[in-house]
């Protein structure tokens, strides 16, 4: 038999998983400190809820996971966290609003491969659902800032809204079937230059006048710690926003207006933001969201329903904090005990009882092959115990970071990795 993985997945060894789960565990942190609860839906939904029209809609069939269960049910693998949370919201009318909550969890899609692209991935959604506040709004931006703060990652949080650049194309005068498309083109500014979203908007059949007044109307970038002068729908909602992230005490020269912005998908209805490395050496988006006011409701049937949410991506993070060259580890131990034909195992117990990741030699290595070991795994700390230990009821204890060697009692010991580990965190 070949051995071989299903393409577009991938296995992550310890190195890696163990760096993907400190990920998770700081933002769930953040998560919780903001408010949000956790939520937890099936991997696996019915077919036609994820194909909804206000689901995905037609083009998402193509990319879908389908498959039909004993009871000749069609099923599929969900694409996305947000179809089954307003799944959740539909079978569940007496939450209580706002209702926020965090999900974190794979998704499925059939689609093309490339690097940063798989067919299995991790999303880490945060929503707020029952406020039409910007406050909701801005509280995530504010939880975004402090997530990467948190994972040591310096960020800007790129932010507009789509009725600034709805309003826009009205003014100049796109016919109202090429607004969308003229949006998604416009999107693409800071990507290809103004040059090629010109080529581009041309083909659409606008008139050259249009584009120019399409260009001369639009605001220019401008960090929010400044005045903004936006004279088109969706302002005042800028603006309340732009004060709500000051009573929040918001670090607003990582906070930046870009009018062009405008997401790839057609669901967001208000705000929307972006967020990348501030030194831009890693180009891909590690968050982004907005504010959905239509879809839910759409979905569900019940009118409108203000939403507002925003979706971490586990890979680019993870990706990223390779990039800035966060250590790695080939395992969680922090202290590896090598024994020396004596019995240790009440010594690791008593190490595990004080909350130290702990785990022993079984094979019967030599202590040099042992403290190889213990170095290639990346584990900080090795205990040593041979008759001579045992007799005094002592341990030698070596720091494998620095080399530093003491003999002391196990208190002292557990006492020290203790130390150690809580300033390293």
Do not use: H, W
């Amino acid at each position: 038999m070949k051995l071989t993985l299903s393409k577009g997945t991938k296995d992550y060894l310890p190195e890696e998983q163990i760096v993907r789960e400190r990920i998770k565990s700081s933002l769930v942190k953040v998560f919780e400190r903001f408010g949000f609860s956790p939520l937890e839906t099936p991997i696996i939904e019915m077919r036609d809820v994820l194909a909804s029209k206000y689901a995905g809609g037609a083009e998402i069939l193509k990319e879908m996971f389908t498959l039909t269960d004993q009871g000749k049910r069609e099923l599929a693998l969900r694409y996305d966290l947000t179809v089954p949370f307003a799944r959740v919201v539909g079978m569940n009318p007496n939450l209580r609003l706002p209702f926020k909550r965090y999900e974190i969890g794979k998704v499925f899609r059939d689609g093309p491969i490339k690097l940063g692209r798989y067919r299995e991935f991790t999303q880490c959604d945060v929503d707020t659902i029952g406020s039409k506040s910007m406050l909701a709004d801005a509280e995530l931006i504010a939880l975004a800032l402090s997530a990467f703060n948190e994972l040591g990652l310096d960020v800007e949080i790129e932010v507009n809204n789509r009725k600034v650049l709805s309003s826009i194309m009205r003014k100049a005068g796109v016919p109202a079937k090429l607004i969308s498309k003229s949006i998604l083109v416009v999107d693409k500014l800071e990507k290809v230059g103004i040059d090629e979203v010109r080529k581009e908007l041309g083909s659409l059949d606008l008139k050259e006048s249009v584009v120019d007044s399409i260009f001369d109307s639009m605001p220019k970038s401008s960090y929010f710690s400044s005045k903004l002068s936006i004279p088109f729908e969706g302002a005042d909602e800028i603006e309340s926003l732009n004060s709500y992230l000051r009573s929040l005490n918001v670090d607003m020269k990582k906070v930046k207006f870009v009018p062009s912005l405008a997401r790839g998908l057609e669901i967001y209805t208000g705000t929307i933001f972006e967020v990348f490395l501030k030194d831009k050496s890693f180009t891909s988006a590690l968050a982004a969201g907005g504010r959905y006011d239509d879809i839910i409701g759409k979905f569900i049937g019940k009118g409108e329903v203000p939403a507002v949410g925003i979706s971490f991506g586990l890979d680019a993070v993870f990706d990223a904090l390779k990039l800035k060259g966060i250590k790695m580890n080939n395992s969680v131990v922090q202290a590896y005990i090598i024994p020396i034909k004596v019995d240790c195992l009440n010594i690791l117990s008593r190490l595990r009882s004080e909350g130290i990741c702990t785990d022993i030699d079984q094979i019967g290595r030599s202590p040099s092959k042992n403290l190889d070991f213990a170095n290639k795994e990346g584990i900080p700390f090795v205990v040593i115990v041979g008759q001579k230990e045992k007799d005094k009821d002592i341990v030698k204890l070596k720091n494998m970071v620095s080399g530093e060697e003491s003999e002391l009692s196990l208190e002292k010991a557990a006492e020290k990795i203790k130390s150690y580990l809580a300033k390293s965190l």
